[in-house]
């Protein structure tokens, strides 16, 4: 119930292509849902986040879509660009808790 | 400013050593949190303090020691850690208190760890 099932587990795109990262969630009092993007050697940095409460959010070049009934969100990625190239973490948060559920990670490369 | 320092950036440390990683956060948030990461896997929770106390500590072994000396301050004090503690060790905040509202974590850039 607690889990957050992130996929794929790579992902190679070529420069200006635009890759998707889906996640899926069972645990339906999940209602915050931020995407996390991590460099080699650092720590996660908050990339976007959404609500149930509307099905798509865009920030710059990063759009979050979200489709609450079946339980799934993902990222895209438009004009994917070489410095994009860094692991991806979607995560999910109860309203009532404090644990971040995190996916298991998708690691992008962005070929030039 | 969402900035979360942790110092030292690198820790290298013996079985028998005690070493403590600091944390440290300027934005007025009330929730710190301690996370344990492994190469190629997300963050594990380890410690959540609220307020300053401790609210959750998911089972870690007690060779790991948090503390919170105030409101912008986490320390995790370690002392015969084994080799497989070896990780990067990420300290976050939020606005915090209990029930987070689904507040955004902010992350440190972490600590890597080498016990040898």
């Known amino acids: 119930q607690q889990q957050v099932k992130q996929s794929p587990q790579s992902l190679i795109v070529q420069k200006g292509g635009i890759p998707i990262i889906n996640c899926a969630y069972e645990n339906t009092a999940f209602d915050y849902f931020p995407w996390y993007q991590q460099f080699p050697g650092k720590g996660p940095a908050l990339l976007i986040a959404?609500?149930?409460?509307?099905s798509e959010k865009k920030e710059g070049r990063f759009t979050i879509s979200f489709n609450k009934s079946a339980k799934q969100f993902s990222l895209h990625i438009m004009d994917s660009q070489p410095g994009d190239s860094a692991t991806y973490f979607c995560?999910?948060?109860?309203?009532?808790?404090?644990?971040?559920?995190f996916g298991e990670g998708t690691q992008l490369t962005v070929n030039p | 400013d969402t900035e979360v320092t942790q110092t030292p950036k690198h820790l290298v440390m013996g079985m028998t050593n005690k070493k403590s990683l600091k944390c440290e956060q300027h934005?007025?948030?009330?929730?710190m949190y301690w996370y344990k990461q492994k190469a190629k896997k997300p963050p594990e929770l380890m410690f959540v303090?609220?307020?300053?106390?401790?609210?959750i500590n998911e089972s870690v072994p007690s060779r790991f020691s948090p503390e919170c000396p105030n409101s912008s301050l986490l320390n995790l004090h370690l002392h015969a850690l084994q080799p497989e503690d070896s990780a990067l060790y990420l300290c976050?905040?939020?606005?915090?208190?209990?029930?987070?509202?689904?507040?955004?974590?902010?992350f440190g850039p972490g600590t890597r760890l080498l016990v040898l």
């Open positions: 995560a999910a948060q109860e309203t009532s808790g404090s644990r971040l559920t």
């Open positions: 959404i609500r149930p409460d509307v």
């Open positions: 303090y609220s307020y300053e106390k401790l609210s």
């Open positions: 976050a905040s939020s606005h915090g208190g209990t029930g987070l509202n689904g507040e955004t974590q902010y």
């Open positions: 934005m007025g948030h009330r929730a």
